[in-house]
């Protein structure tokens, strides 16, 4: 039988599939669900210092082939967050805490409240589509990704993952400056920065006009990304990005990246899509004789 395990650096998962942040993550109950489901790890959604509202609605819209929202980064604040992720840190879950902030400074500030609170990694997010002064913002510039990565390194022991933006020329180069910052891992791709008109109301239909689309149709954006992103870092990937079923997974797994985050399917799918998805790469993997996920990242590369 195949063996399922993986790992993300020095951190080490039961299987690929974590729950990517800002889907069913604001409580310990939906986090936990998440794992029950089949998730090895559970990322939360962005904390920030303070609670936040975020966009006034709309500020969701499901489309053909994926869903576009422009949220803005509502979360309860990291004192309520904590207790969140410390609840399922002793329940025994893996949390890999998403993190957001204006600088340096305020990464390093809640990393540290996030490993104390017992996360088992971090996630930077520098790649938030459409909030001001936050996420891709600063995240398009390789030298300020690698200063908050750096900055965020020297205050915390536990495994940093800045996650990284597709909205730009050269998502390899924001890899490159990651890991000269020092991070343990890349988790690629954040939303698709996109819009959705209504031509019968002649206007934008989220309240912040633009938006970050994510769901089946960026998968070949993320899949490219990752393959980028493989062949010019030697830390680990995480690939995110329109993941529903097994073979989704595989094709990350093939461009070079060690796991994935699986979101917008948990809303028609539900938290038993992790199980599902490692059910299929499990008869995948017996059916073509791969007896461990390391034997199979990066595969394509090699062709
Ligand atoms: O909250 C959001 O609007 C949001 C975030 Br923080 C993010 O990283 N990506 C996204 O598509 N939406």
Same mark, same amino acid.
């Given at each position: 039988?195949?063996?399922?395990?993986?790992?993300?650096?020095?951190?080490?998962?039961?299987?690929?599939?974590?729950?990517?942040?800002?889907?069913?993550?604001?409580?310990? @109950?939906?986090?936990?669900?998440?794992?029950?489901?089949?998730?090895?790890?559970?990322?939360t959604k962005s904390?920030?210092?303070?609670?936040?509202?975020?966009?006034?609605?709309?500020?969701?819209?499901?489309? @053909?082939?994926?869903?576009?929202?422009?949220?803005?980064?509502?979360?309860?604040g990291i004192s309520i967050y904590s207790k969140e992720i410390s609840k399922v840190a002793d329940a025994g879950g893996k949390v890999i805490a998403s993190v957001f902030g204006k600088n340096a400074t305020e990464f390093s500030f809640l990393a540290k409240k996030v490993q104390a609170a017992g996360a088992c990694a971090v996630e930077l997010n520098l790649s938030c589509p459409h909030a001001k002064g936050y996420g891709a913002e600063l995240g398009s510039d390789p030298e300020i990704v690698r200063e908050i990565t750096s900055a965020v390194k020297?205050?915390?022991?536990?495994?940093?993952?800045?996650?990284?933006?597709?909205?730009?020329?050269?998502?390899? #180069?924001?890899?490159?400056?990651? @890991?000269? #910052?020092?991070?343990?891992?890349?988790?690629?791709?954040?939303t698709v920065k996109a819009m959705k008109?209504?031509?019968?109301?002649?206007?934008?239909?989220?309240?912040?006009?633009?938006? #970050?689309?994510?769901?089946?149709?960026?998968?070949?954006?993320?899949?490219?990304?990752?393959? @980028?992103?493989?062949?010019?870092?030697?830390?680990?990937?995480?690939?995110?990005?329109?993941?529903t079923n097994g073979s989704d997974a595989l094709e990350y797994i093939m461009a070079g990246a060690c796991a994935v985050q699986i979101g917008t399917a948990v809303g028609p799918a539900g938290t038993n899509v992790f199980g599902t998805v490692c059910a299929e790469l499990e008869a995948f993997m017996d059916a073509r004789g791969y007896r461990n996920i390391k034997a199979m990242v990066g595969k394509a590369r090699c062709a």
């Open positions: 039988m195949a063996d399922l395990s993986t790992k993300v650096g020095a951190l080490r998962l039961g299987n690929p599939a974590i729950l990517a942040s800002g889907i069913s993550d604001v409580t310990a @109950e939906l986090m936990l669900a998440a794992i029950d489901g089949g998730a090895a790890a559970v990322v904390i920030g210092l303070k609670p936040r509202e975020g966009h006034k609605n709309p500020t969701v819209v499901e489309l @053909e082939n994926g869903v576009l929202n422009a949220m803005g980064l509502p979360n309860p020297r205050s915390v022991k536990i495994p940093v993952f800045p996650k990284l933006t597709p909205n730009v020329a050269d998502i390899a #180069g924001l890899a490159k400056a990651a @890991e000269r #910052g020092g991070a343990d891992a890349v988790v690629a791709i954040n008109i209504d031509p019968w109301v002649a206007m934008p239909v989220l309240s912040n006009r633009i938006g #970050g689309y994510s769901g089946p149709a960026i998968r070949p954006i993320g899949v490219r990304c990752v393959y @980028e992103i493989a062949g010019a870092v030697k830390i680990p990937v995480i690939g995110a990005g329109g993941i």
